[in-house]
């Protein structure tokens, strides 16, 4: 397992020559798939653009040549452009129309959420009978032990996660090797989750869904959206990302007041991840561009608020895909078979449920995307079906964020009860 920690040196780790590379990659796959030409019309109707956008720097990272490891770009991206974004989508948000999404959206976030803490046992239990070894183990290097930060992970986030190591100490090599198996499988299903967006429609018509109120909130932002539009000068520019990244300036400031005073004042709280920066960065962000939505701040729509936060948002995509090795199966293949076990149990589940309340496409993946990829991937995936539904995707990451230690520490157990 120690192999897990040798970095290799890329070939280009300048930070500024490889955001470079990801800017250039995003503007090949927007103008070729803008493209009137017959083949690229062709590709991309099998293909979906933001797919793309995320596998081409996971490949460039897989092959050495940049380093999602080794670089600050994720960070960057994550904790100045999420949250930026984040402000700008919320601007034009209608608070009555995504308020008619709750009971579909609630109740499959609620699924994959038990697909998740119920996925980790039923891995462990489905492995144990045909290579024990695999999740055997005792004492700090028993194996559920490691799975256990998954489960924080993919219910919550990375606070969620560092709780459950902390709770059950696995051996830190275990801990290395289980985290490149939540960062591959929880990607390898990000991608097939953009790659489902393409068929929506299709699969909507598989589940007899009724994808009406869905369809009604992207009618009426875009509906607003056209009766504010006009041709935007450059102080409208200057003022969408003046309020974007100002927002996220005392966004940024608030977070390193609070987040700090209740881990030393109220250090229980940490089981709901209210001592993390980065869950207040994203709930302050949220909803300061919520409050805007009531003010004239919603007319920025009309001179591309929502645009300017989408190319955010792609860097972000571009940043989340050079985190992914796709090499790094081979060197544990016996834990990342456990992880896909996991996540198909966790997929199976949302299917199952999606069919029977006939919820459309959005709403399954949505939901599965809230809890496997938190705050900085949900809205990703939310805001490819439509960028006005981006704030869905997000209020349900929040709440994972809530349940995640609980839901962790409840398959934990069921993992320990299971293990061989």
Known sequence: MEETTVQEVPLITNDAVVLGILVIILAFVFSTSSSDRPIFKKFYSVVPSVLLCYLIPSLLNSFGIISGEQSSLYHMASRYLLPASLVLFTISLDLKEIWKLRHKAGLMFITGTVGIVIGGPLAILIVSTFAPDIVGGAGPDAVWRGLTTIAGSWIGGGANQLAMYEVFQPNPNLFSAVIAVDVIVA???????????????KIDRFFKADSTTVNELKEKVEKYRLSIMRIPSMADTMVVIGVGLGITGISHFFADIIAPWIEANAPYLEQFSLTSGFFWLVVLATTFGMLLSFTKARELEGVGATRIGS??????????????????IVSQPGLFLVGFI???????????????????????????????GGAASAPIVA????????????LLAIL????????AYLSALLMQMVAP
């Open 187 to 201: 990607n390898v299903w990000m991608a097939v989750l953009l790659f489902g967006v393409g068929y929506s429609e």
């Open 383 to 394: 805001g490819a079906f439509h960028p006005a539904l981006a704030p869905v995707g997000v």
């Open 400 to 407: 994972g964020y809530g349940v995640g230690t609980y839901g």
């Open 311 to 328: 190319i955010f948002l792609y860097i972000l995509v571009a940043t989340i895909g050079m985190q992914m090795d796709i090499t790094a």
């Open 342 to 372: 996991w996540i198909i149990m966790h997929v199976l589940l949302l299917l199952i449920v999606g069919k029977l309340i006939k919820a459309p496409f959005f709403f399954l993946a949505v939901g599965s995307q809230a809890n496997v």
